[in-house]
C-alpha cells in the first residue's frame, strides 16, 4: 500500500479512528501504454516536465525543502490528499524534490508513491540491468527490458503517473553532487558503504538533507531514517486540535480546570492549551499555557492565585507545538540501535534482525550474492560470521539461521507494504507533518512460513530464471504452482483493488489457467480525475473508462499470463442471478476493495453462506485497518460492529448548545418536530377513530400537548 493511505471517496474526518464500517478506500501503483507512447532514452539523464532539478541553497524551508516554480495545487487531482495533510504541508512538499536509489520492487514502489503525492522533482537511479527475476516485484519491467539498466527501463512508466513532477533518471554512481541537488534521498539495495558516503554528504549539506535507508530481504525488512540534527515536525499527529468546554477553574498555585462530563479533554502531560470566553478570570483569556493531566476531565495549569475569581463559561482549545527532533548519524545511530516495536510479541526479534543485516553487508563484501535460498551450508557460514561479527549479540541462532535461508528472495507484497511505510516518511520529511520513525524500523513476516519447513530444500528453491524466482527463493516451486491455480474474486477496482490486483499479478495468483486458475474483478465505477492520484493503474486518458475493465488491462500488462476477467455488476441481491451458486463454489476466497458498508456486509454474508476466505481492508487518511477472516477459525467480517456514535444529551441541546454538531442537531430535531411528527399526528387523529382514547392514555402532560398539535394545525 501506499503511504497516505487516502480516502476513496466522499467526505471524511481527519478525527476519527479507522472504523471498519466507514467508506473507506486506500492507494496504489502503475499502468502501461499511453495512446502515443514515447521512446526510452537510455543513456545519461532524462526530464520530464518543465523546470530543473532543485538547488538546496535559495528559498530552503527548515526542512530542507526548496521554492520550486510557483504553481497553484490542483485541486481535482489532490483533492484527498489535501483532506488530509493540509494546504500548507502539501505547497511544502510541491517545493521538494527526491533522490530514489536503487529500483528493485522496493524502490519502484517508493518512487511510484512519492511521484504520486504531488512533490516537484524525482530522480530515478539505478546502476544494474534488469534480470527475469526482477519482474517479480517491479512492476515497471517487462520482459523485452532484460538487459536494460533499471532506471531507463523504469522511466517512461513512471513519468506517466504525475505530468506535475518533474522527471529525470541517472545511470551512474551516486555523487556528491548529485544527492546535493535534492532535498530527500532514499537509498535501497545499497551497501554499507555507500549508506555511510551518502549519510556524509547529506549531513554536510546546508540544510541537512533528510536520508532514509530500506530494504526488504524475503520476510524481512529494514528502514532507517535520518532527516538531520535540528528536524522541525510542524506538526506531531495531524489531528484536529482539542477542544473543551470549562465547568470550573480553581484560583491557586496549581489551579484545576475541570470540563463538563459528556466528554474526556484527550489531553495529555506537556499540551499547551488556549483559553477563550472565560468570564470572570478574564485574565486567562488568550493565555497559552502548559497543562498536567490529572483525569479524564480535570488537568492545572499552574499559579491564578492572582486572577479574578472564575465565573463560568469558558473554552479550552489545544495549541499545536512545533517539535524539534534530533537525529543521530548512522555510524552512531548503529552503535546505539532503538528500534520503533511494530510487534511487542516479537520483543527481541529488531535487535536480531539488526544484527543479520550486518552480517550481510559484510558478506556481500566477500561474497557475489547473498547466501543461497534453504542452503543449509551457506546458512551455517552466515551464521559463523554473525558470531565472529557480533558475538553475543547472536542470541537466537536459529534466528539467524532462517535470515539466511530466505534474504536472497524478494517479495511483492512486503515490497508494495514497506514502499508505502518509507514514502510516507519522505512525505514527512518533505512537509514537516507527522513525526517520522525514529530512527530505526526492523519487521519480519515469518508467520507466512509453514510451520513444516522440510519441503523446502535447495533443490526446491532453485531459481529458475523466471519472473517468480524471487517468490520461490522463500516458498518453494510447489507453493508457486498452487498460487497460480487458485481461484479468486476481487470486489472493487479502486486504490485498495488497484494494490491488490497488481500483488495478485506479480506474485503469479490465478495466473495458470491451464490448471484452472482465475482472477474476477468486478466494479460498476467509472475513473474520474480525482482518482489518478491514488488508483495507480489508471492515466488520464482512461478517464470515463470503465475501472475494472482498464486494470485488468494493466496488470496484464505487468505479467502477460494475468489474464483476469473483469466485469461492471455491483454485488448485491439484484445481481445474484449472476454472482450465482456456479460462480461462487469454485472460488478460493474473496478480496474486499469496497467503499461502503452495505457492500462489506453483503460480501460477508455470501463468504459465510459458501464457507470462502474473506480479505477486508480499507483506509482513512494515514489510518488503515485490515481483517483476515478464515471460515470456522476466525469470526466474520459482520460479528463485531462499530460502537455507536455518541449520542448528544437532550438536556445539553435544550440548555447549553455548546458545538456545531450541537446547532445541527437542535435544527435536525426543530425540523422533524414541525415537518414531520406534528402533520403525522393531525393525519392520525383524522385517520385513527381510537385516536383520543390513546391519546388521553399517554402520561404526564403529552396528552395536552398532542391535542394542542392538532388543534394548531387542523383548527386555527
Not at 535460498?373 to 539467524?400: N, R, T, Y
Not at 530505526?440 to 531459481?463: I, K, Q
Not at 500488462?557 to 473483469?566: Q, V
Amino acid at each position: 500500500m501506499s503511504l497516505v493511505d487516502l480516502q476513496e471517496d466522499g467526505q471524511i474526518s481527519s478525527t476519527s479512528p479507522p472504523t471498519k464500517k466507514r467508506k473507506l478506500g486506500g492507494l496504489e501503483c502503475g499502468l502501461e501504454n499511453s495512446p502515443t507512447p514515447t521512446s526510452l532514452a537510455h543513456h545519461g539523464s532524462e526530464k520530464n516536465g518543465n523546470g530543473t532539478m532543485a538547488q538546496n541553497g535559495n528559498g530552503v524551508t527548515s526542512n530542507g525543502t526548496e521554492n520550486g516554480a510557483d504553481k497553484g495545487i490542483d485541486e481535482g487531482l489532490y483533492s484527498r490528499q489535501l483532506f488530509v495533510l493540509g494546504k500548507e504541508a502539501m505547497e511544502r512538499m510541491a517545493r521538494s524534490s527526491v533522490l530514489v536509489s536503487g529500483l528493485k520492487g522496493l524502490g519502484i514502489e517508493v518512487a511510484k508513491n512519492v511521484i504520486l503525492s504531488g512533490v516537484k522533482s524525482v530522480t530515478l537511479h539505478d546502476t544494474e540491468t534488469v534480470t527475469m527475476a526482477d519482474l517479480g516485484a517491479q512492476f515497471f519491467l517487462r520482459e523485452s527490458d532484460v538487459g536494460t539498466n533499471r532506471a531507463v527501463a523504469s522511466y517512461q512508466r513512471a513519468a506517466e503517473l504525475n505530468s506535475y513532477v518533474s522527471m529525470r533518471h541517472e545511470t551512474g554512481q551516486l555523487t556528491e553532487e548529485m544527492v546535493k541537488e535534492h532535498s530527500v534521498v532514499v537509498l535501497t539495495n545499497s551497501s554499507m558503504e555507500e549508506q555511510m558516503k551518502v549519510n556524509e554528504w547529506c549531513r554536510s549539506a546546508s540544510p541537512s538533507i533528510a536520508m532514509i535507508v530500506a530494504d526488504v530481504r524475503g520476510l524481512y525488512a529494514q528502514i532507517f531514517t535520518d532527516f538531520g540534527p535540528k528536524f522541525t515536525v510542524v506538526d506531531t499527529t495531524g489531528e484536529t486540535p482539542i477542544t473543551a468546554m470549562i465547568a470550573s477553574i480553581t484560583k491557586e498555585e496549581n489551579a484545576v480546570v475541570t470540563t463538563l462530563d459528556e466528554a474526556r479533554h484527550g489531553l495529555e502531560d506537556g499540551d499547551v492549551v488556549m483559553f477563550t470566553e472565560v468570564l470572570g478570570m478574564v485574565e486567562l483569556n488568550s493565555k497559552e499555557l502548559p497543562v498536567k493531566v490529572l483525569g479524564p476531565y480535570t488537568f492545572s495549569i499552574g499559579d491564578t492565585t492572582s486572577f479574578n475569581n472564575y465565573e463560568r463559561g469558558g473554552v479550552v482549545l489545544q495549541v499545536k507545538q512545533p517539535k524539534v527532533v534530533s537525529f543521530k548519524p548512522l555510524p552512531t545511530a548503529l552503535k546505539e540501535m532503538e528500534p520503533v516495536y511494530t510487534d511487542f510479541a516479537k520483543f527481541m526479534s529488531p535487535q536480531l534482525i539488526h544484527v543479520c543485516y550486518q552480517t550481510l553487508h559484510s558478506w556481500n563484501s566477500s561474497h557475489s550474492s547473498p547466501p543461497k535460498p534453504w542452503s543449509a551450508s551457506d546458512a551455517a557460514e552466515f551464521l559463523a560470521l554473525a558470531k565472529e561479527k557480533h558475538g553475543e549479540e547472536v542470541s537466537d541462532e536459529d534466528f539467524i539461521t532462517q535470515f539466511a535461508k530466505v534474504c536472497a528472495g524478494e517479495l511483492s507484497p512486503m515490497c508494495a507494504a514497506m514502499g508505502g511505510v518509507v514514502a510516507q516518511e519522505v512525505m514527512k520529511a518533505c512537509s514537516g507533518k507527522f513525526m517520522p520513525i525514529f530512527q530505526w524500523l526492523y519487521f519480519d513476516a515469518l508467520e507466512c512460513l509453514p510451520v513444516d519447513c522440510a519441503g523446502l530444500t535447495e533443490e526446491n528453491c532453485a531459481p529458475g530464471n523466471t519472473r517468480y524466482d524471487g517468490q520461490v527463493a522463500v516458498f518453494g516451486k510447489e507453493f508457486q504452482k498452487k498460487l497460480g491455480t487458485q481461484k479468486w474474486f476481487v470486489v472493487g477496482a479502486g486504490a485498495i483493488g488497484c494494490e491488490l490486483l497488481k500483488n495478485f499479478a506479480l506474485m503469479g495468483l490465478g495466473c495458470d489457467q491451464a490448471g484452472g486458475g482465475n482472477i474476477t474483478v468486478t466494479d460498476m465505477d467509472m475513473i474520474e480525475r480525482s482518482n489518478l492520484n491514488r488508483q495507480f493503474l489508471f492515466r488520464t486518458w482512461d478517464i470515463n473508462k470503465h475501472k475494472a475493465v482498464t486494470a485488468v488491462a494493466a496488470v496484464q500488462a505487468m505479467n502477460p499470463d494475468a489474464k483476469y476477467r473483469s466485469m461492471e455488476l455491483r454485488v448485491g441481491q439484484e445481481t445474484e442471478n449472476d454472482y450465482n451458486d456456479d460462480f461462487f463454489e469454485p472460488l478460493d476466497g474473496v478480496a474486499n476493495a469496497l467503499d461502503n458498508v452495505e457492500a462489506r456486509t453483503y460480501m460477508d454474508r455470501r463468504c459465510v453462506y459458501y464457507n470462502k476466505p474473506l480479505l477486508e481492508s480499507g483506509t482513512l487518511g494515514t489510518k488503515g485497518n485490515t481483517q483476515v477472516v478464515i471460515p470456522k477459525v476466525t469470526e466474520s467480517y459482520s460479528s463485531s460492529q462499530d460502537p455507536p456514535e455518541k449520542s448528544i444529551p437532550i438536556c445539553t441541546l435544550k440548555n447549553f448548545p455548546n458545538a456545531i454538531e450541537h446547532t445541527l442537531q437542535w435544527a435536525r430535531d426543530m425540523f422533524e418536530g414541525q415537518f414531520t411528527q406534528a402533520p403525522l399526528t393531525a393525519s392520525q387523529y383524522i385517520e385513527e377513530p381510537q385516536f383520543k382514547e390513546k391519546t388521553l392514555a399517554l402520561p404526564g402532560a403529552q396528552p395536552l400537548d398532542t391535542l394542542q398539535t392538532v388543534l394548531r394545525l387542523l383548527v386555527k
